[in-house]
T-cell receptor
Framework: AQSVTQLGSHVSVSEGALVLLRCNYS??????LFWYVQYPNQGLQLLLK??????LVKGINGFEAEFKKSETSFHLTKPSAHMSDAAEYFC????????????FGSGTQLTVLP | EAGVAQSPRYKIIEKRQSVAFWCNPI?????LYWYQQILGQGPKLLIQ????????DSQLPKDRFSAERLKGVDSTLKIQPAKLEDSAVYLC???????????????FGPGTRLLVL
């Protein structure tokens, strides 16, 4: 069975500071990994995903994530936070045997301070 | 390209009443998903359709929840009777469903926020 752990349900950063949101997963087979963002009263929007190949994945809005198999991690980073980045972020995992089903973490609420 | 549409956006009902949610996926998307997102948690899959057939409904509480996807396009999710613990956001998502692998992107609608009193 797959599972996702997001460390820190709330993260606060100052505008212009580094954003680091942590995600660890468990999967018995090579995983596909996703980061979604959810703005208030909206659905989830894909930021980026890892399938195969290059382990550093670049996404929208300046975000990137690195797949580290040895650490079973897929942390999300952005060099410089912007006020518009304030939202909830979800890490999710699926694998070739799960018929495209996503298992989500519990989310991290990002606050950006002026 | 139009996104996933859901209605209503908000619904307040009393326990034991019934409620229905509607979803219109992105045109051409064969796979449709319903998720339940309880406050403070990540979305949890309730049911997955491929065209008008059910792929997985193992997490759907079938004593009170039902879903259908007639003609392989729109879908409805019904709760009857509702319980207090059904208060949540119900998200609909769709994907192309073209490949058998699991790397397809799912596109989410804005959700229906349900409050059961």
């Amino acid at each position: 069975a797959q599972s996702v752990t997001q460390l820190g349900s709330h993260v606060s950063v100052s505008e212009g500071a580094l954003v680091l949101l942590r995600c660890n997963y468990s999967s018995s087979v090579p995983p596909y990994l996703f980061w979604y963002v959810q703005y208030p009263n909206q659905g989830l929007q894909l930021l980026l995903k890892y399938t195969t190949g290059a382990t550093l994945v670049k996404g929208i809005n300046g975000f990137e994530a690195e797949f580290k198999k040895s650490e079973t991690s897929f942390h999300l980073t952005k060099p410089s936070a912007h006020m518009s980045d304030a939202a909830e972020y979800f890490c999710a995992v699926s694998d070739a045997g799960s018929a495209r089903q996503l298992t989500f973490g519990s989310g991290t609420q990002l606050t950006v301070l002026p | 390209e139009a996104g996933v549409a859901q209605s209503p956006r908000y619904k307040i009902i009393e326990k034991r009443q019934s409620v229905a949610f509607w979803c219109n996926p992105i045109s051409g998307h064969a796979t449709l998903y319903w998720y339940q997102q309880i406050l403070g948690q990540g979305p949890k899959l309730l049911i997955q359709f491929q065209n008008n057939g059910v792929v997985d409904d193992s997490q759907l509480p079938k004593d009170r929840f039902s879903a259908e996807r007639l003609k392989g396009v729109d879908s409805t999710l019904k709760i009857q009777p509702a319980k207090l613990e059904d208060s949540a956001v119900y998200l609909c998502a769709s994907s192309l469903g073209a490949d058998r692998g699991s790397s397809e992107t799912q596109y989410f609608g804005p959700g229906t926020r349900l409050l059961v009193l």
